[in-house]
């Protein structure tokens, strides 16, 4: 039999295109992340948890003492370290989403060669692309748990909402996954790495994570807004609270789509990523 | 039906023809084996039969299916000993073993003394809980070898199986995959070790710059290609090339290499007598049997190992 | 190339004079050695030096300022931006000494073994270790020298005496990673020691030793944190020539002499560990 079997290319149905790049396994993939957690050095995952912590001791509690209140949501005077709190956490589920999308695949796939050896079994890119994220969402649900019980343990949030703060958490940290692993595809040295971390420091320092953006002339508000943290941060500001409003809605969906786009871009950028 | 079907097969990246409109065919059971130096696109033609390298024209078909359109089906009855051990270095040997089942969807209760089994198969029992970091080079490739039976695969490319090995282990290797074919299974070689080339292959491509250059049994290569013997004479860097001229009518064919000279004929020691008759004494001379390295030698002009 | 001539070209020195050059220079080979391997991120080196300025001081000034000076009308007399500045420069060298004394010592010993390399030539291990800490120190001044123009530039710092933060900022990052060098050379494996360091001492440092507020506004039993660390020492000093912070001369010797140590004692252990690294 030399059956002329049609070459299926990417686009040619999403049927076909699964069958081409899936043995719907992934959940192989999750395993052997579960397996290396509990071989991990528990300093290691407990350090992830204790950033954010030491950052809302230092800024909320040190520097708060010499700035008071600042007007939260819907403008009610809230203290420092409230106002950061919710911040802190979505920028720690930015950096753990990037970090674990950008560094640890790029590391994996160049230097580890941890999935030529998976890519030779029948799992296929989209396999290991979705066992990775969720590797990387499972340990941004560990620390935003952990966080969001630090803040509530010292007041910091005045809501029930602030429970929905884990979800959003984990909805923030996809967005940034989905698109650090396409971005990712783009690499070839170490070095374009810390590209990544100088675009994201001005990020985080200034979306309104440590001070209002209200400082800033309104060009560079329109700029910062445009901008997926301030999104994440605000939306987490307000659910820390319990206060709506219409903007909550735009924050929200703000990530949904960048996730959904970000997904696509991924899915699209798959093959030139771990096929080459 | 073949196992593998390759017609013009080609991979470019940029102007670089890594592997140059190939074809062949392997049946099933058969050891066949892909022979050249580093570079020649030995590699890229195993990466691309898995379905892990993208083609750029050509067809392939493994057991009937594209591994471009059905890369799950095709690799789920492929083992593959990559050139470079890719172990995982996070997990332990054991798990190691383990988790590679889990990738190809087997059940623990299957995979937990398959894992016990291909340890001792490796001789790494004892080291089933050692972090792969601690393995020595020698039991890291026995154990990527162990890995790739994980699923009792029907076919098993080894890209540079041996490269690493000290001569023992490379013969109990041998020995292993030998009882492998007995067993039905279909081996797919890479080397640049003619010895190796000639012990496991029934039957070879010889490969150079991304296109086939001969294809036959090993016998048979050297049978075309060679004489039955060839004799090696040095006469020290200055001399060598300076009597290329008169070494010429001693043999059927001569290469002169940078520190000795080859001379083709089927009787060596006869040769080399008429040699020193003619007032030329090496330094030292060696006959010996005509192999791979020969025709190697022959078809490229250059060696397999640079 | 003549190959007749490859064991004895007549051009290179003998070998007694080979010995000669080393041990007098062997520091210094090293350190260029050192140095030239840092091409090869340059251009991330000069890239921070520029870019972290310039956001702190867009952060902090604008920022963070604005908030801090509307409530408290800044610190120790001076507007927040002017006092957190020289914190700024001094940490921001510290971590990149940490970066440069860490893995790539480790590396020189375990992955790229140029230390070994290094020692099957005339150099003894001393010198191995004094030229990669020199070159590390140089790159440290460097760091600081941009940082500062930039903030003299920005109007953080006047430039009259506040050069001299230059010097501090980067004894105060050899006296973290002399010893942190010392240390990385006796790591066999890589286990999680680095990372530890990085999330348990050096962040705790960069927050809690003074560089954003005042080391007195802690609670008196976490002030310690800042007397422990060359980043807080460092920072003092820094402040005194940045805006004339009011200090003692017994507590400039202090924090002067508190620096220096760490500084000969890491020294001395990155000699010593070195030379048993290297000897075995």
Redesign the interface.
Known sequence: ???V????RPGSGLN?WL?????G?AR??V??GF??IR???W??VL?GF??PV??L???GL??G????T?AGPGGQQIS?AAFIAPALLATSAMNGAIYDSTWNVFFKLRF???Y?????????PFDVAAGEIFMALFRGFLYALGFTAVIAGMGLTTSWWALAMIPVALLIALGFASLGMAVTSYFTTF?QM?WIN?AL??MF??SST??PIS??PEAVQWFIMALPLWHGVELMRQLSVGHFEASTWLHLGYFVVMSVLGIGFTTRRL?SL??? | ?PVI?ASELTKTYGELHAVDAISFEVTPGESFGLLGPNGAGKSTTMRMI?????RTSG?L?VN???P??????V??N?G?V?Q?D???????AR?NLI??G????LPYSYLRPRADDLLEFAQLTEKSNEKVDNLSGGMKRRLTIARALV?EPRILLLDEPTTGLDPQARHILWDRLFRLKEQGVTLIVTTHFMDEAEQLCDRLIVMDHGRIVAEGSPADLIRRYSTREVLEVRFGSDRNAALVDRLRSFADRIEPLPDRVLLYADDGERTLEAVRKDGLVPLTSLVRRSSLEDVFLRLTGRSLID | MDTNALAYSGRAPDPARQAALVRRWGWWYQAELRLWSMK??W??II??AL??PL?YV??MG???G???DA??GG?DGVPYLVFVAPGLLVSTVVMSATNETSYPVMAGFKWGRQYFARATTAASPAQVAIGELLAVGLRLLGEALVFWLVLVVMGAVEPTWSWLMVPVAALAGMAFGTPLAAYAATLEDE??EF??IQ??VV??MF??AGT??PLT??PIYLQWIGWISPMWHGTQLARLFGFGLPLGGWEIVGHLAFLLALVGLGGWLAVRNFGRRLAR
């Open positions: 039999m030399s059956a079997v049609d070459r299926v076909a069958v081409a790049n899936s043995s396994n192989a993939v395993e052997r397996k290396v071989n991990q050095n300093v290691i350090s204790f950033e030491f950052y001791l230092s800024m040190g520097l003492s010499l700035i008071g600042v420092y580890a060669n941890l030529q050896g998976m890519l030779a079994t029948p799992l296929g070095q810390d100088i420091l001005p320092m200034f440590l001070f400082v800033f093959r771990f096929l080459r | 039906m079907e898995g379905g892990t390298t993208l067809t078909l009937g299916l594209d471009e359109v059905r890369g799950p089906e690799r789920a492929l593959v990559p470079q890719n172990l995982d270095v996070e997990l332990r798990d988790m590679y889990r990738y190809f969807g699923n | 090869a991120y251009s991330s890239g921070t870019l972290t956001l867009v952060a604008i920022g963070l604005s908030l801090v409530t408290s610190i286990g999680p990372a530890s999330r348990f962040m705790p927050l809690f954003f507020y506004t802690m």
